[in-house]
């Protein structure tokens, strides 16, 4: 069984701060990708960056950057001087190789505030 | 191009009642996701199709719960007797075919009430 886990529930940052927001998986799997998904308060599930199992270069893009570690089984994502427009919820997702592994299982989301 | 399309975008239904919520997916999208978005369970998976393969109803929580995909395009994700445990967003994505491990494109949801 696969599991995404988002232990940071809600984030509160003033405007300028760097915020990281932390991801935990687990899978059997050896092959895999691993997801981050922002919710907006409009509801709608926005892509924001895919990575697999194989890549663990880390990534960034804009003021979004990502650390991935195999050895630690984490995927987290660092935003660099917040805005308020990031405010929003976060999600944390993983799809495995195998069956029924390969649909999304997400974690429980952390929400970010970002204040003025 | 347009991305993923639900309707309606809300139903409110008293307990009992069927409903039926509908996903258009992203034109050219093979592959189709339905999850559920509620308070206490976060975002669970419900089902997926795949082209012409047999779904995956792995997700579905009980036999109340039914999807069928026409035309290869189009779903429709129905709920029979309704119970108040149903209420949520459903959410329906989209994803290019063949290639598992593709990001997923969500629509806005549904969000069912039930009275």
């Known amino acids: 069984a696969q599991k995404v886990t988002q232990a940071q529930t809600e984030i509160s940052v003033v405007e300028k701060e760097d915020v990281t927001l932390d991801c935990v998986y687990e899978t059997r799997d050896t092959t895999y990708y691993l997801f981050w998904y922002k919710q907006p308060p409009s509801g709608e599930l926005v892509f924001l960056i895919r990575r697999n199992s194989f890549d663990e270069q880390n990534e960034i893009s804009g003021r979004y950057s990502w650390n991935f570690q195999k050895s630690t089984s984490s995927f987290n994502f660092t935003i660099t001087a917040s805005q308020v427009v990031d405010s929003a919820v976060y999600f944390c997702a993983l799809s495995g190789d195998s069956g029924s592994a390969r649909q999304l299982t997400f974690g429980s989301g952390t929400q970010l505030t970002v204040l003025p | 191009g347009a991305g993923v399309s639900q309707s309606p975008s809300n139903k409110v239904t008293e307990k009992g009642k069927d409903v039926e919520l509908r996903c258009d997916p992203i034109s050219g999208h093979t592959a189709l996701y339905w999850y559920r978005q509620s308070l206490g369970q976060g975002l669970e998976f419900l089902i997926y199709?795949?082209?012409?393969?047999?779904?995956?109803k792995s997700g579905l929580p009980s036999d109340r719960f039914s999807a069928e995909r026409t035309g290869g395009s189009v779903s429709t994700l129905t709920i029979q007797r309704t119970q108040q445990e149903d209420s949520a967003v459903y959410l329906c994505?989209?994803?290019?075919?063949?290639?598992?491990?593709?990001?997923?494109?969500f629509g806005p949801g549904t969000r069912l009430t039930v009275l």
């Open positions: 994505a989209s994803s290019l075919a063949q290639a598992w491990g593709r990001e997923q494109f």
């Open positions: 199709f795949q082209g012409n393969s047999a779904p995956d």
